[in-house]
């Protein structure tokens, strides 16, 4: 069964501005200057620029020296500002004129209070864990109150014991996301949820030690980052009110202007495409044209209703296919803009197709309630593939392979699912990494409850201290891999398609979204560290790199015709770019 509908409406939201860094070589920097911190400290600084009345913000960082080096933008009044984990940002206001290069001295000082600056990371890593109580205790508060947005949130406030049970209570009801049932966990350890956290953020406690990641350095600091606004549609056209660009503020919200950018891939011509999921229905797609910053919006309707969209991607033609709500996939040529709707025979899977990807065969599969469906163009046909068991879990992430194989998350059940399209089998592995030591962060109690309420198997439920929490993976479409990001287990799993054989990698932050470059690189966003980290498998070594504001991100796209790495920001109504330069690129602007 096929539907196929044009885009019924379509709006332009006209932010045009040609303030936007493109890639392209010009003759010298609008821009230079220095960066230090009060004490000591000079690499790794972002320095971030915006142009009066503008939608992008224009970010790099300062190198060994202290030195920053910014592309060629065109004239005005700018916003420039540095900033700095532990530092209170420092400001600055000038202009570009002409040719003219304008230069920047900015001396950060130390804030009073870090907290709520703090990734997720540097929280976990301040929580004591001498005592298996402790451990215990950090790993189901991880697990049951940080899958949806990360521990600052929360954490930079103290409460007594009934202030955080009230804060818990609260919690309690707005866990349903996806059908995922953490609410039966979170209210389980209601009580010593509150203790613990009273124990740790009350209005006594002693304060924990914080250790400070570093700064980026080297490659990572050579970077250059794009920011764009992407504002609601309609008459308002506001941008978020807290769009992550401020760190001492804290991490924003999905509140106040923010639209809930879900995914982001860039098409051939290097122009972006995203989808909407959330807030107000007032698009299914949006375009970013990076030569100007114009945003448009794209209205699909399905009936009276405008359809939203979750997942994005784009095939090796350069054809994008998207997820259109509760079933449909979607099919844009992004040169023409033309759409096409097609919807799988009804009962196949159900649900929304929750991450969408593509195969060097030409298949389309996109992640169902109870595994997978694989949509071919050529003959507009669909297949359904079935987990093997448990088939209730909450299937996430969906990947195919360079052989034309399926594979997806069972979310709830820590397991990843392989589908062979010419057997028709499908094969199940567990993510369980050899260090997680499941007596260490349970008690006897603990385990005979997990097994009465059906953890990993029929409860639809994994919120228990060792769960790992697979999330949307990748595959590596001219290699043997598909890569899985535990995102609580703070491990990305790579499985040989052909033997099943796993090997964990340890990272820093929780992985969200995995895509593998040309190249075979691995990279994911740290979903709320506001960084991305690349893996190169060749040296097995982990390279990070800090995004410009704080962004809660589900998803990253790789851009392999420029090198550049795409980023969406749901909170913050934000489309990050960041893309690569050489030493001798910017020694060159300078």
């Known amino acids: 069964m096929i539907a196929r509908r044009p885009a019924l409406a379509v709006f332009v939201i006209a932010l045009g501005t040609s303030a936007a860094f493109t890639g392209a070589q010009a003759p010298t920097s609008s821009l230079t200057g220095t960066a230090k911190l009060a004490g000591g400290g000079v690499e790794g600084v972002v320095v971030s620029a915006r142009a009066a009345g503008s939608n992008i913000t224009t970010s790099v960082l300062t190198d060994g020296r202290g030195e920053y080096v910014?592309?060629?933008?065109?004239?005005?009044?700018?916003?420039?500002?540095?900033?700095?984990?532990?530092?209170q940002p420092a400001r600055a206001s000038l202009a570009i004129e002409g040719g003219r290069q304008a230069h920047q001295a900015f001396t950060l000082n130390a804030i009073d209070d870090i907290t709520p600056q703090l990734s997720a990371s540097e929280w976990f890593?301040?929580?004591?864990?001498?005592?298996?109580?402790?451990?215990?205790?950090?790993?189901?508060?991880?697990?049951?109150?940080?899958?949806?947005?990360?521990?600052?949130?929360?954490?930079?406030?103290?409460?007594?014991?009934?202030?955080?049970?009230?804060?818990v209570m609260f919690m309690e009801r707005m866990t349903g996301t996806g059908g995922i049932n953490r609410h039966t966990t979170v209210a389980h350890y209601r009580d010593e949820l509150a203790r613990y956290l009273a124990s740790l953020r009350g209005p006594a406690s002693p304060p924990l030690k914080f250790t400070l990641q570093p700064?980026?350095?080297?490659?990572?600091?050579?970077?250059?980052?794009?920011?764009?606004?992407?504002?609601?549609?309609?008459?308002?056209?506001?941008?978020a009110w807290l769009d992550g660009s401020d760190w001492s503020i804290g991490w924003p919200t999905a509140s106040l202007g923010a639209r809930w950018i879900h995914d982001i891939v860039p098409d051939n011509d290097g122009n972006a495409w995203g989808t909407r999921d959330r807030g107000p229905a007032d698009m299914s797609l949006f375009k970013i044209d990076t030569?100007?910053?114009?945003?448009?919006?794209?209205?699909?309707?399905?009936?009276?209703?405008?359809?939203?969209?979750?997942?994005?991607?784009?095939?090796?033609?350069?054809?994008?296919?998207f997820d259109g709500g509760n079933g449909p996939l979607g099919r844009l040529d992004?040169?023409?803009?033309?759409?096409?709707?097609?919807?799988?025979?009804?009962?196949?899977?159900?649900?929304?197709?929750?991450?969408?990807?593509?195969?060097?065969?030409?298949?389309?599969?996109?992640?169902?309630?109870?595994?997978?469906?694989?949509?071919?163009?050529?003959?507009?046909?669909?297949?359904?593939?079935?987990?093997?068991?448990?088939?209730?879990?909450?299937?996430?992430?969906?990947?195919?392979?360079?052989?034309?194989?399926?594979?997806?998350t069972q979310y709830t059940a820590d397991k990843v699912v392989k589908a062979d399209p010419k057997t028709g089998k499908t094969y199940e592995v567990a993510m369980r990494p050899p260090w997680v030591n499941v007596?260490?962060?349970?008690?006897?109690?603990?385990?005979?409850?997990?097994?009465?309420?059906?953890?990993?198997?029929?409860?639809?439920?994994?919120?228990?201290?060792?769960?790992?929490?697979?999330?949307?993976?990748?595959?590596?479409?001219?290699?043997?891999?598909?890569?899985?990001?535990?995102?609580?287990?703070?491990?990305?799993?790579?499985?040989?398609?052909?033997?099943?054989?796993?090997?964990?990698?340890?990272?820093?932050?929780?992985?969200?979204?995995?895509?593998?470059?040309?190249d075979s690189n691995v990279w994911t966003n740290l979903f709320s560290d506001a960084k991305v980290a690349r893996l190169n498998p060749r040296t097995e070594q982990w390279t990070y790199y800090t995004l410009p504001s704080r962004c809660e991100s589900r998803n990253i796209s790789v851009d392999d015709l420029?090198?550049?790495?795409?980023?969406?920001?749901?909170?913050?109504s934000r489309v990050i770019r960041m893309h690569p330069r050489t030493a001798a690129e910017i020694e060159a602007l300078k």
């Not at 350095?217 to 941008?239: C, I, K, M, Q, W």
Request: proline share 6%; with cysteine.
């Open 439 to 518: 007596d260490d962060v349970t008690t006897a109690a603990d385990r005979e409850w997990y097994q009465a309420m059906g953890v990993m198997t029929w409860g639809n439920l994994n919120t228990v201290p060792y769960g790992q929490q697979p999330r949307r993976m990748g595959a590596d479409k001219r290699g043997e891999y598909v890569w899985v990001p535990n995102n609580v287990g703070n491990n990305v799993a790579r499985i040989n398609i052909h033997s099943l054989e796993v090997k964990y990698y340890r990272v820093d932050g929780n992985p969200y979204f995995v895509t593998v470059d040309k």
């Open 291 to 321: 030569k100007t910053g114009d945003v448009t919006g794209y209205i699909i309707r399905d009936g009276k209703t405008i359809r939203r969209s979750h997942s994005i991607t784009k095939d090796r033609n350069g054809i994008i296919w």
């Open 215 to 239: 700064r980026p350095s080297g490659d990572a600091a050579h970077v250059v980052f794009t920011e764009y606004d992407v504002p609601l549609a309609g008459s308002r056209l506001e941008r």
């Open 70 to 87: 910014f592309p060629p933008l065109d004239g005005g009044p700018y916003d420039v500002w540095a900033q700095a984990t532990g530092y």
């Open 125 to 167: 890593s301040a929580m004591p864990e001498e005592t298996k109580e402790q451990r215990r205790m950090k790993a189901i508060f991880r697990t049951n109150c940080t899958a949806c947005h990360g521990p600052t949130h929360a954490l930079q406030n103290r409460f007594d014991e009934n202030g955080w049970r009230a804060e």
């Open 562 to 572: 420029r090198g550049d790495v795409w980023v969406p920001c749901a909170n913050t």
């Open 334 to 408: 992004p040169r023409t803009e033309t759409f096409e709707m097609f919807t799988p025979p009804l009962n196949m899977g159900g649900g929304q197709l929750t991450t969408v990807d593509w195969n060097p065969q030409g298949k389309i599969w996109g992640a169902t309630n109870r595994g997978a469906n694989r949509f071919d163009p050529e003959t507009n046909t669909w297949t359904h593939y079935e987990s093997p068991t448990w088939s209730n879990n909450f299937v996430y992430g969906t990947a195919t392979d360079a052989e034309g194989n399926g594979w997806w």
